[in-house]
């Protein structure tokens, strides 16, 4: 492209955001439900539980489908779904460990049931929101990962034989360059592979907020704008301070993902990193036709640095990711949920991707924190003696995985010994993080260290080959 032109691609791309509204898109639908009144007394139950996300409700949920007569009550700081839960891409994946690559080398021998159980979590996240009546737009699309590189083409297709020789390729599909522009047109594509049910499309806004309403019809106790300050055990329970009044619980199950949980040790094992997005105008059908796209699935590019995107109900494309931001210090503050900079980045790339989509404008700009751990899937545990469960570290891919946590809280919270609880995923947990300003500096070596090999066909420097040594991955 001559200097010019570039000049005037550049202009255009900064033009597009002129209107966009620097909040998620998802939280702004007309739907949305008022809040519920904060605890202001003291309360006592069987089980509370810390935390209005995913994590929170489908535990909740789930332990009152299992025992109708359990008391269960619900804390939120704020109001259901307005931290990740609300600000994600809507992507609700079948995997339990952040894609099959990252599940082989951690736990081959056990793949093939984190497998079977993702995809029967999946089917029965599909099943709920039948049987509840939630309204999220759910799609069963599937996902594409696409290659935008000659050699990124060559792994996806030797990841794809690698997966069809242990059997791990059921529904999954590798498309050259023909077959994934079919698909959805884009001249950057050279490849895809096409998991054709391991994923579905969601309004993510809409099922926290249908999760809630199903807790509520269930008699589940929820109380929004109520933060829990301090845990404690109290007697055979335990006992949660909020700014009113209290709970005491038999049992607690802590779903806080990136804020500091109430048990200080478990903090080092998380770390908040930034994630960006921007939502386009609805298209006109013939801006639709122009990229194709009618079997509607996600996608996300195959670079380190990567890029996540997907239509929406209303043929709008969300486009997020590349740029993951950690904060010196790890500090989770709403100042961080807007950066200007990023959006123009994220525009450049959408029109390089999508250049017939030229003059299209973005609506929405936001970002929002993602509980990151060394291993990039959740990990689990108990405290004291029992009585306490945590799930944490979902590391983006937390829209499906969060029920499969809250059925593992609830096992361990009850003393079962379940084919999940017996899992090496479940039982030991990821390397935590160092302090500052060791944090920091691991975690910006590995983002130069990423940057570097996206633009190097994919080598990894020595920085890289010795964390993926040291099982930390650092692969997307």
């Given at each position: 492209m ?11 791309w ?15 639908d ?27 409700l ?23 779904g307005?931290?990740a ?10 995997s339990l ?9 951690r ?47 060559w ?9 069809t ?17 079919e698909?959805?047109n ?9 998991d ?45 301070r ?5 709970v ?19 903090r080092?094992?998380?770390v ?6 921007l ?89 929002g ?8 899937s959740a990990?689990?545990g ?12 979902y590391?983006?891919?937390?829209v499906?995985?969060?029920?499969f ?22 039982r ?23 940057a ?13 080959r ?11």
């Amino acid at each position: 492209m001559a200097p010019s032109a570039m000049s005037r691609g550049k202009d255009n791309w900064i033009a597009s955001l002129s209107e966009a509204q620097p909040v998620p898109y998802w939280l702004e639908d007309p739907g949305k439900p008022h809040a519920e009144p904060a605890l202001t007394s003291a309360e006592t139950c069987d089980l509370l539980v810390v935390g209005g996300g995913y994590s929170g409700l489908w535990t909740a949920l789930n332990a009152k489908e299992r025992d109708p007569q359990r008391d269960v009550v619900l804390l939120e700081g704020r109001e259901v779904g307005w931290a990740a839960s609300g600000r994600n891409g809507g992507f609700c994946a079948a995997s339990l460990t952040h894609g099959l690559p990252n599940g082989l080398a951690r736990w081959p021998d056990e793949i093939h049931t984190l497998e079977e159980l993702g995809r029967r979590n999946l089917d029965e996240i599909e099943a709920a929101v039948a049987r509840h009546g939630i309204d999220c737009d759910f799609e069963r699309t599937g996902e594409i990962d696409v290659a935008t590189e000659t050699y990124q083409a060559w792994e996806l297709r030797d990841w794809h034989r690698k997966m069809t020789d242990q059997g791990l390729a059921d529904g999954i599909e590798f498309l050259d360059a023909d077959a994934v522009r079919e698909q959805v047109n884009s001249p950057t594509f050279e490849a895809g592979l096409w998991d054709r049910r391991g994923v579905a499309m969601l309004h993510p806004a809409k099922l926290a907020w249908g999760l809630k309403k199903a807790c509520l019809k269930l008699g589940v106790r929820v109380y929004e704008h109520t933060p829990a300050l301090t845990l404690k055990s109290y007697g055979a329970g335990m006992t949660v301070r909020t700014p009113y009044g209290a709970v005491r619980a038999r049992r607690v199950a802590l779903g806080t993902n990136i804020f500091p949980s109430l048990l200080r040790r478990v903090r080092s094992y998380t770390v908040p990193v930034y994630d960006y997005a921007l939502m386009t105008e609805p298209l006109t059908a013939d801006q639709l036709a122009s990229i194709g796209w009618k079997n509607r699935q996600g996608l996300g590019d195959s670079a380190n640095q990567f890029h996540y995107f997907r239509l929406s109900a209303d043929n709008r494309i969300l486009w997020g990711g590349y740029d993951a931001i950690y904060p010196y210090g790890g500090r989770v503050r709403a100042e961080y949920d807007d950066r200007p900079e990023t959006y123009a980045k994220l525009a450049g790339h959408f029109f390089t991707c999508f250049p017939q989509l030229e003059g299209v404008r973005f609506t929405h700009a936001w970002g929002g924190a993602i509980d990151t751990c060394s291993r990039f899937s959740a990990f689990f545990g108990t405290a004291h003696q029992g009585r306490v469960a945590y799930a944490a570290g979902y590391t983006g891919l937390g829209v499906g995985a969060t029920r499969f946590g809250a059925d593992v809280m609830l096992d361990l919270l009850d003393g079962e010994r379940t084919e999940r609880t017996e899992l090496e995923m479940v039982r030991k947990k990821p390397l935590p993080f160092p302090p500052e300003p060791f944090a920091w500096t691991g975690i910006a070596l590995t983002k130069w260290s990423l940057a570097r090999a996206d633009a190097h066909g994919g080598r990894r420097n020595l920085w890289l080959r010795t964390m993926d040594r040291l099982g930390l991955g650092f692969d997307s």
